[in-house]
């Protein structure tokens, strides 16, 4: 089974710090025209890049469309080799540039693709891992959170990659068991305890590693080569037994809904059979929750301003977006916010919503809308 991790991304700006509720406030001049519901059909990532430009990359496609510092839609990239011949494979969306290129995630096959603007692959990098985040350094250098599965353990890792010599060298790493689905029940809210760290970037000198689990920050200074462990001054979220009840039945009516939806794959009777299997293991799994479970101390943290990391609270009531902010420097929590907006349903996931100098920019559900997404750039009020 999956673990799943709710991940989010959030930036922070000097002068909202004394407020408790930060209003994210449409930016009527930003993308002010489109075709929304062909620009963001499967939109899977949004990844705005340095000088205000900006990039969605589509679930499944190859197309990755481009937009000026304005929002202004520039064209729609699809990448490939100069001869024709061979053709990419199992796309992945583009985590930032290097030297004006792109570059992909890894594929299943460990491939990153690296295209300049019109789209031509210029450079393959492959590695004998899977990358769940990357982060664009200096020196041609990006910053790669992978894992390997070993036979009974899952291997993840930060790692240093250098584009020009296509060497890495870990940073960072942690081993977790792999949970097996042949028992008799499985409690799914374990399922949200895990091993997977965040990446921050906190200056060209220093990468943060965030560990949910652990409530630790590890800084990697690039100069010195060395790792610093900090604590985080909070505890982390504690489920009750109820609360561990709720999330267990959602999840089986989750799953039971999903039934019908195996009969557009292959061996739908196979699929169908193992999604069977696992809500019975749920709900057998309902006698054993019996007392509270500790969880992670926060749910996704990034870097904020100055040498701030805002970290988002694990399980929370739906629209409070209640973070910690804290200071890497003053090794402390400074204060505690939450976002609230009238113009979208916020959805503040990491591939859907960032914030770059000052904007936060989303792929947003227009409020009151049946499903319209766009992409929005909001101020902070």
């Known amino acids: 089974m999956k673990k799943l991790l709710l991940i989010i991304t959030i930036l922070f700006a000097s002068y909202i710090v004394d407020a408790q509720n930060i209003n994210l406030v449409k930016d009527e001049s930003y993308a002010v025209s489109g075709d929304w519901t062909k620009i963001c059909d499967n939109a899977k990532k949004l990844t705005v890049f340095d000088d205000g430009t900006a990039i969605i990359s589509h ?34 969306p583009v985590f930032g540039k290097i030297n004006n290129l792109y570059f992909t995630g890894t594929n299943s096959q460990g491939i990153i693709y690296l295209f300049n603007d019109n789209g031509l692959i210029v450079k393959e990098i492959t590695v004998d891992f899977s990358s769940h985040e990357m982060i664009s350094l200096t020196n041609n250098k990006i910053a790669l959170f992978g894992g390997t599965s070993w036979e009974t353990q899952w291997h993840y890792f930060v790692a240093i990659l250098d584009v020009n010599t296509d060497d890495y060298h870990i940073i960072y790493s942690d081993f977790e068991d792999i949970m097996s689905l042949r028992g008799e029940y499985v409690i799914y809210a374990k399922a949200l305890i895990n091993h997977r760290v965040d990446m921050v970037k906190i200056s060209d000198d220093v990468l943060a590693i965030a560990v949910p689990d652990e409530g630790k920050l590890l800084l990697y200074n690039f100069t010195e080569n060395s790792l610093i462990e900090k604590k985080l001054d909070w505890q982390p979220k504690i489920l009750s037994v109820e609360e561990q009840k709720k999330i267990q039945t959602d999840a089986i009516e989750k799953y039971k809904k999903e039934f019908d939806t195996w009969q557009n794959y292959p061996n739908p009777e196979k699929l169908a059979e193992k999604q069977q299997e696992l809500v019975k293991q749920l709900e057998n799994g309902m006698n054993h929750i019996t007392e509270p479970l500790t969880v992670s101390w926060y749910s996704s943290a990034i870097k904020g301003n100055g040498d701030n990391i805002l970290f988002f609270d694990y399980i929370e009531d739906a629209g409070k977006n209640s973070f910690h902010t804290y200071s890497v420097g003053q090794n402390k929590t400074i204060y505690k916010n939450s976002f609230q907006c009238a113009d979208c349903d916020l959805s503040i996931t990491k591939n859907k919503f960032v914030i770059h100098n000052g904007y936060v920019y989303g792929i947003q559900k227009v409020k009151g809308s049946k499903n319209e997404l766009r992409l929005v750039r909001f101020e902070m009020k």
Request: hydrophobic letters at 25%.
């Open 59 to 92: 679930t499944n496609e190859n197309r990755y469309s481009l937009f000026d510092k304005n929002g202004k839609l520039l064209k729609d990239i699809k990448i490939y080799f100069e001869n024709g011949k061979k053709k990419p494979f199992n796309l992945q």
